[in-house]
């Protein structure tokens, strides 16, 4: 009886021991998103789109400003209901150009959530395919880890697929 329950401990240590092994590699979204072609044209679209937005801006804050000056100068000359009709015109531009600046600035955030989510789930989609055409069980992001041996790294890989699959990706905002 002491025999069967020892062999019986044996068999269960040593069926318990062998390990099954993961495939586990990590790969960098950003420098994918960033050094892909259309992660390339997105960003450029973005930041061509926030220069004409901050231009725009620019331009009449200064002519605000212009007008500010201009109301000061006169301070002496109008009298003071009309100096104030003015001033609150002026108060009131203002107020409806920090509005305006903020929903713009708003919208362009919001255009680029919709474009980046978008175009996240196109790489999601060519990530697991890749998982499934080399055997990986977890691909993981870069950022969340903290030390990784180099033959993991498996993101030039993925923007070079990136880059064969994803050739036509429109970027749909409202203009």
């Known amino acids: ?54 231009s725009k801006i620019k331009l009449n804050e200064n002519e605000i400003r212009e007008k500010e000056k201009s109301l000061i100068s006169q301070k002496n000359v109008l009298q003071a209901d009309e100096y104030n009709k003015k001033v609150n015109l002026i108060k009131s531009e203002i107020k409806d150009f920090n509005i305006n600046r903020k929903k713009q600035i708003d919208v362009l955030n919001i255009e680029k959530d919709k474009v980046s989510k978008s175009f996240l789930i196109e790489i999601n989609k060519i990530l697991r395919d890749y998982a499934e055409e080399n055997n990986i069980d977890i691909i993981l992001s870069s950022n969340q880890m903290l030390v990784g041996k180099s033959n993991l790294d498996v993101t030039e890989n993925i923007i070079t697929k990136v880059n064969k699959k ?7 905002v409202n203009e």
Do not use: H, P, W
Request: net charge positive; no cysteine; glycine share 4%.
């Open 1 to 54: 009886m002491k025999y069967k329950i020892l062999i019986i401990f044996f068999l269960l240590i040593t069926l318990n021991t062998y390990s099954y092994g993961q495939t586990i590699a990590y790969a960098n979204l950003d420098k994918v998103i960033k050094s892909s072609e259309v992660g390339k044209k997105i960003i450029n679209y973005f930041y061509e789109k926030n220069e004409k937005m901050i």
């Open 166 to 172: 994803i050739t036509k990706f429109e970027i749909k």
